[in-house]
């Protein structure tokens, strides 16, 4: 896959921070606002967007040169990571929570991390006029034809895909959510104009995602006509999976799946090691 002209996906744009919204104590809302968003494309419920960060003491990140047409999807990746250090703005993954183009707005949840990293750091002391770059969005969202139920499950990475899908939900159409999170302070309200069944599942001292698949495998759903949307910590991310799959019958291509985190290793660790599969041959570059 090449970037064209036409492919506003692929272009850098810039907003800064309109106002800050804390959701829980370890949650907080941020509305964007800026020109470079009246013509963002809304491509799914799920969508996400590559958000670049100043460093400390810049006003604005610093960005790569911008994609030409014969470009790959992955050469913007290339060109981030060959910026220098002293140079190159952290970079991380999230989920547009909302987005209203025709008012040149875009909200974004930011799960804030006791040893936070630098978009977590970020959003904690966010203030009116901080100003930031985003490449995207991209979305992953698919409901098969014929579907007669969704299956929702995440951890509180999650929450910000699992409202936007629970928002676009058509009136006819039902949803079993399960969401995992710290306890019930970090509880957010979500609303559906569809029939969304929403179960919440408190961690407390147990092991990331321990609590969230035994309720999965205790949850009620059909195997046949079910649609599986699926993401946050990779490791529980792919023990949900293998469940649906081998024990409970979901067609593969029937689930969305997608590690948000791994525990352990960063966005960057992660990034590199797909560039380094990418130049072994492992995966296609269109796939990255």
């Known amino acids: 896959m090449t970037a064209t002209a036409q492919d506003t996906t692929l272009a850098y744009r810039m907003m800064h ?5 804390p959701l829980t104590p370890h949650l907080v809302r941020v509305c964007f606002n800026g020109a470079d968003l009246h ?13 670049f960060l100043p460093l400390e003491g810049q006003a604005r990140p610093q960005l790569p040169p911008p994609l030409a047409a014969e470009d790959q999807v992955a050469s913007w990746y290339r060109r981030y990571l060959a910026m220098p250090d002293g140079v190159r703005p952290p970079m991380r993954t999230y989920t547009i929570r909302a987005l209203r183009p025709e008012r040149g707005e875009l909200d ?3 799960v804030l991390h006791p040893d936070a990293g630098p978009a977590s750091a970020w959003a904690g002391s966010a203030a009116p006029g901080d100003e930031v770059a985003f490449l995207g969005p991209h979305g992953l969202y698919s409901v098969p034809e014929g579907t ?9 990475s999650a929450l910000p895909a699992i409202g936007a899908i629970l928002d676009a939900l058509p009136r006819d159409e039902s949803a079993t959510v399960i969401v995992e999170v710290g306890g019930p302070a970090d509880r957010i309200r979500l609303e559906s104009q569809g029939d969304a069944d929403v179960a919440w599942v408190y961690r407390g001292e147990a092991e990331h995602g321990d609590a969230l698949l035994a309720a999965v495998r205790a949850a009620d759903f059909p195997s046949e006509a079910v649609y599986a949307w699926v993401s946050g910590e990779a490791t529980l991310v792919k023990h949900v999976r293998r469940h649906l799959v081998r024990e409970r019958g979901v067609d593969k291509r029937a689930i969305t799946f ?7 290793a960063s966005e ?16 296609p570059e269109d796939e990255f």
């Open 17 to 21: 921070v309109a106002r800050v919204e």
């Open 39 to 51: 013509d963002v494309r809304d491509v799914a419920p799920d969508q996400y967007i590559k958000l």
């Open 108 to 110: 974004i949840d930011f």
């Open 268 to 283: 960057d660790d992660q990034g590199r090691e797909s560039m380094r599969r990418i130049d072994s041959g492992e995966i």
């Open 148 to 156: 007669r139920k969704q299956l929702l499950v995440g951890d509180e």
């Open 258 to 264: 997608t590690g948000y985190w791994r525990r352990g």
